[in-house]
């Protein structure tokens, strides 16, 4: 068993909900941002970005459910008007798909010892792991 | 320059000023700060503490280690030991000068503390040498200030605060509401 309450765990998962959620929300945004015909190349990649991205939001809100709470969403985000190339857009989402990623790993630490909960989180590391590698990889092509 | 393109090209916005002082706090506390580290203190995701660290990296005010670990560099220590300098005196002026409550007093600060200019802040700094030179002169003289009462009529011609720009200060104050946060 993880040395976390389990309201401590609600509230790691609760941190990572809103990483999600508002990753999805710069995904969105950025997805809108791109201009010139990079919006036709790197446009779907990014708006793919926003949609797994909501997907792995439901998938934390669904196992705080699991665990008898509700999810609590606290964001402060401002995303200002700002046109940039496909390039840009990619290291900014590669800048907030690592912080999740990073979220995840931490959170991993902090949950050690809770068999079910680790497994959770190592699945989403693995997906996290994969959307940065795939984020490098289109940055260097 | 206009004034208002300078506020637009100031050197941080509020939000870094904050990053860069939550770093600099962790440094002291902890000997470390990590982006993890930063979000809690700010209480924002570390997607958005990540996002906003790529400017000042690239402004060369905060660096990241292979261990991920943050510093200030030498411009970026220099850069919050000056904001932290500039709420100090705005806290000092507003509270004990000006007699705002602490509370707003703080508040008030923490806006203006990235903005205002060294040129300001130094002639703030040397008023408030100037008062607390000779405590009790100082106390006195703005005493007096707390305790002069205003009758003001609303003759903006006959107010020596009024008449350059003729209009009443004092009504237009009076009629504004406190700006709401940007949404």
Redesign the interface.
């Known amino acids: 068993m993880s040395a976390l309450s389990k309201t401590e765990v609600v509230q790691e998962l609760n ?1 990572l909900f ?2 999600e959620v ?2 999805a929300l ?1 995904y969105l945004h950025l997805a809108n941002s791109v201009r010139g015909t990079d919006h036709l190349v790197v446009g779907p990649v990014l708006k793919q970005g926003f949609q797994e991205t909501i997907q792995h939001a439901e998938v934390i809100a669904r196992k705080i459910r699991a665990l008898g709470a509700v999810p609590e969403l ?4 401002a995303l200002p008007p700002e046109s940039m190339d496909g390039k840009e857009a990619l290291q ?1 989402a590669l ?2 798909e ?3 990623l ?2 995840y790993q ?1 959170t991993l630490r902090r949950v050690e010892g809770d068999i079910p909960l680790e497994e959770f989180i190592r699945t989403q590391i693995a997906v996290e792991s994969e959307h940065v590698l795939e984020l490098k990889q289109l940055l260097v092509e | 320059m206009d004034t208002w393109k300078e506020f637009d090209q100031n050197v941080i916005t509020h939000s870094a000023a904050h990053h860069l002082m939550a770093i600099a706090d962790l440094l002291r506390q902890h000997g470390y700060a990590r ?2 580290d930063v979000a809690r203190r700010l ?9 906003s660290l ?1 400017p000042l990296k690239k402004a060369g005010l905060v660096e990241q280690d292979e261990n ?1 670990h943050l510093r200030l560099t030498e411009n970026g220590t220099a850069l919050v030991a000056a904001i932290k300098t500039k709420r100090h005196l705005m806290q000092r002026l507003l509270a004990d000068v000006l007699g705002v409550a602490p509370a707003q007093a703080e508040i008030d600060a923490c806006k203006l503390e990235h903005l205002l200019s060294n040129q300001t802040a130094e002639r703030l700094l040397s008023f408030l040498r100037f008062l607390d030179s000779d405590p009790q002169r100082g106390r006195e003289l703005v005493r007096g200030w707390q305790d002069y009462e205003t009758a003001c009529g609303r003759e903006p011609q006959a107010c020596p605060s009024c008449r350059e720009v003729a209009e009443c200060l004092a009504e237009k104050l009076s009629g504004a509401a406190t700006p709401r946060r940007r949404t």
């Open positions: 941190r809103a990483e508002e990753a710069r606290v964001l402060d985000i900014t800048t907030f690592e912080a999740a990073e979220a931490d | 982006v993890s209480g924002i995701t570390r997607g958005s503490v990540s996002i790529r991920r």
